[in-house]
């Protein structure tokens, strides 16, 4: 009678914690290259579903059109730009400038290169739950990071969150590649990806804590040259970055607004998951999964745990506790919760591991949890794609002034929304009223800011018009808040006429009296 051998996405699942040559062992017994683009296109594909439908509907919100307009200014004037704000994520900026120029920039073009970078982040996430545990817990690992809400709302915003989050799997993947079969090349590779890494966003090279865990167990199993290697290429990767993050430290001041509470730490799973229900879930079976993540625990513990952490610790002084900000952890939770259940299902009885009922087991098992938590989150990924309850309707705004304008007509802004910017984005491709306040453009100034008329009444000379864009819209006139010398200016020369009221937005017209 022939003894009974497990097979070995079994084996995986039983002995998670097998060291780093079982990889190698996996792919040249046959689960291989076709498991390895199972594990990558299924979970891909499943977040391109998610992201992609609805790309340009919801309207670009204020720090789109940040990114919108760093990335079609001049060369030049970029290069002013981030002089003074914004150097952590130039490269990004730099990227969309080419892209633009080939792309467009629509709101679904725009945001294309992000929902890429999400279905990407997905298949990686199923790689690395391959390499790491079995087939079957990248797969399902991959596809609940496919379906959380979160996930698709970053990767519908044109912002670099999606880009961290790919290339700090991407780097992490490649590490445990350059421990398993050392190289030159792959250790090159690995000091690169920190490198983007750090390009797309600084808060993700936290990443780097859990890989000094996997480094130090090679170590100690005895690689004499793992710790060596891996200095070489972080440093690489870090030195690349040193420039930037060097001037960086002295813009820090530019996210001085976000005053982190205590509140916002208890309400973190809901904003990272997409409600209390499912971030409670998921990060219960986290930390089941940590029980039996084996050697990766550490590395997975210190990914999804220690940047929260961190950030929320030095907020006062650094402001970082975004959930935005800390969008890369979500692939070590729903790896942990991965683990966790494959490893639940291969002890559920003894005798279903033998021959292939737990294949099918597996294969249904990772069916229904990632069935049920789409079911559960669907609602939250439809809501990812409306427009931002808090921010205004710019949009609509533009079409008013559209519908409405005549030549001669002039524009003028208040408010604390970045209306300037916004507008000139949805008017970008029609004809727009002259900005009759703006005495120095943002170019000029090498900011964000436009600098605002000193003589009002001087300025306003020769404009009979003006369309009124007022995101004071609480129920106090639009001109509260406006610097008192133009208001008195305006409401000297020109008297209310047509308003609409839109999304936290007002448009008015003022006709010379």
Same mark, same amino acid.
């Given at each position: 009678?022939?003894?009974?051998?497990?097979?070995?996405?079994?084996?995986?699942?039983?002995?998670?914690?097998?060291?780093?040559?079982?990889? =190698?062992?996996?792919?040249?017994?046959?689960?291989?290259?076709?498991?390895?683009?199972?594990?990558?296109?299924?979970?891909?594909?499943?977040?391109?579903?998610?992201?992609?439908?609805?790309?340009?509907?919801?309207?670009?919100?204020?720090?789109?059109?940040? !990114?919108?307009?760093?990335?079609?200014?001049?060369? =030049?004037?970029?290069?002013?730009?981030?002089?003074?704000?914004?150097?952590?994520?130039?490269?990004?900026?730099?990227?969309?400038?080419?892209?633009?120029?080939?792309?467009?920039?629509?709101?679904?073009?725009?945001?294309?290169?992000?929902?890429?970078?999400?279905?990407?982040?997905?298949?990686?996430?199923?790689?690395?739950?391959?390499?790491?545990?079995?087939?079957?817990?990248?797969?399902?690992?991959?596809?609940?990071?496919?379906?959380?809400?979160?996930?698709?709302?970053?990767?519908?915003?044109?912002?670099?969150?999606?880009?961290?989050?790919?290339?700090?799997?991407?780097?992490?993947?490649?590490?445990?590649?350059?421990?398993?079969?050392?190289?030159?090349?792959?250790?090159?590779?690995?000091?690169?990806?920190?490198?983007?890494?750090?390009?797309?966003?600084?808060?993700?090279?936290?990443?780097?804590?859990?890989?000094?865990?996997?480094?130090?167990?090679?170590?100690?199993?005895?690689?004499?040259?793992? =710790?060596?290697?891996?200095?070489?290429?972080?440093?690489?990767?870090?030195?690349?970055?040193?420039?930037?993050?060097?001037?960086?430290?002295?813009?820090?001041?530019?996210?001085?607004?976000?005053?982190?509470? !205590?509140?916002?730490?208890?309400?973190?799973?809901?904003?990272?998951?997409?409600?209390?229900?499912?971030?409670?879930?998921?990060?219960?079976?986290?930390?089941?999964?940590?029980?039996?993540?084996?050697?990766?625990?550490?590395?997975?513990?210190?990914?999804?745990?220690?940047?929260?952490?961190?950030?929320?610790?030095?907020?006062?002084?650094?402001?970082?506790?975004?959930?935005?900000?800390?969008?890369?952890?979500?692939?070590?939770?729903?790896?942990?919760?991965?683990?966790?259940?494959?490893?639940?299902?291969?002890?559920?009885?003894?005798?279903?591991?033998?021959?292939?009922?737990?294949?099918?087991?597996?294969?249904?098992?990772?069916?229904?949890?990632?069935?049920?938590?789409?079911?559960?989150?669907?609602?939250?990924?439809?809501?990812?794609?409306?427009?931002?309850?808090? /921010?205004?309707?710019?949009?609509?705004?533009?079409?008013?002034?559209?519908?409405?304008?005549?030549?001669?007509?002039?524009?003028?802004?208040?408010?604390?929304?970045?209306?300037?910017?916004?507008?000139?984005? /949805?008017?970008?491709?029609?004809?727009?009223?002259?900005?009759?306040?703006?005495?120095?453009?943002?170019?000029?100034?090498?900011?964000?800011?436009?600098?605002?008329?000193?003589?009002?009444?001087?300025?306003?000379?020769? !404009?009979?018009?003006?369309?009124?864009?007022?995101?004071?819209?609480?129920?106090?006139?639009?001109?509260?808040?406006?610097? /008192?010398?133009?208001?008195?200016?305006?409401?000297?020369?020109?008297?209310?006429?047509?308003?609409?009221?839109?999304?936290?937005?007002?448009?008015?017209?003022?006709?010379?009296?």
């Amino acid at each position: 009678m022939t003894a009974y051998t497990p097979s070995v996405d079994e084996t995986a699942a039983q002995e998670p914690e097998d060291d780093a040559s079982s990889d =190698h062992r996996r792919s040249a017994d046959g689960v291989g290259r076709g498991s390895a683009w199972l594990a990558f296109l299924l979970p891909a594909l499943v977040a391109a579903a998610c992201v992609v439908p609805g790309l340009g509907g919801r309207q670009l919100w204020r720090d789109e059109h940040a !990114t919108w307009w760093a990335s079609t200014i001049s060369w =030049h004037d970029l290069g002013r730009l981030i002089g003074s704000i914004d150097v952590v994520i130039a490269p990004y900026y730099a990227a969309m400038h080419l892209w633009i120029d080939v792309a467009g920039d629509s709101a679904a073009m725009l945001r294309l290169p992000e929902a890429l970078a999400m279905a990407v982040s997905a298949g990686l996430v199923g790689l690395l739950g391959r390499r790491m545990f079995a087939v079957r817990t990248g797969v399902l690992a991959g596809l609940l990071f496919a379906v959380v809400p979160m996930v698709t709302r970053y990767g519908q915003e044109a912002r670099p969150y999606a880009f961290a989050t790919m290339f700090a799997l991407l780097a992490t993947l490649w590490l445990i590649r350059a421990l398993d079969k050392p190289s030159l090349r792959n250790w090159t590779l690995y000091g690169l990806a920190i490198a983007a890494t750090g390009f797309s966003h600084l808060v993700a090279m936290a990443v780097l804590a859990g890989h000094v865990w996997l480094v130090f167990l090679a170590k100690k199993r005895g690689d004499r040259i793992a =710790h060596y290697a891996f200095a070489g290429a972080a440093l690489l990767g870090l030195s690349i970055t040193f420039p930037m993050v060097a001037q960086g430290t002295g813009q820090s001041g530019q996210i001085a607004w976000n005053v982190t509470t !205590t509140k916002d730490l208890t309400q973190f799973p809901d904003t990272l998951f997409g409600s209390w229900i499912t971030g409670g879930v998921v990060m219960a079976l986290g930390v089941v999964g940590l029980m039996v993540a084996g050697r990766y625990s550490v590395l997975l513990a210190a990914w999804a745990v220690l940047p929260p952490v961190l950030t929320f610790l030095t907020a006062n002084q650094l402001h970082l506790f975004l959930p935005r900000y800390l969008l890369f952890t979500i692939p070590a939770w729903t790896l942990l919760v991965a683990a966790a259940l494959t490893r639940l299902v291969g002890r559920l009885d003894p005798e279903v591991r033998r021959g292939t009922g737990v294949q099918v087991l597996s294969g249904l098992l990772v069916a229904a949890v990632a069935a049920g938590y789409a079911f559960v989150a669907w609602p939250a990924i439809g809501d990812a794609k409306k427009d931002l309850p808090m /921010e205004p309707d710019f949009r609509g705004a533009a079409n008013v002034v559209a519908a409405g304008e005549k030549s001669g007509d002039g524009m003028i802004f208040n408010g604390g929304m970045s209306e300037r910017r916004a507008m000139a984005y /949805e008017l970008r491709d029609r004809k727009a009223p002259k900005d009759v306040l703006m005495e120095y453009t943002p170019q000029e100034n090498g900011s964000y800011g436009a600098t605002e008329c000193r003589k009002p009444a001087s300025c306003l000379k020769g !404009t009979d018009r003006l369309w009124l864009i007022s995101t004071v819209s609480d129920g106090r006139p639009p001109l509260t808040g406006m610097n /008192e010398k133009t208001a008195a200016a305006i409401e000297k020369s020109f008297k209310a006429g047509r308003t609409v009221k839109l999304n936290h937005i007002v448009v008015q017209v003022l006709e010379r009296k």
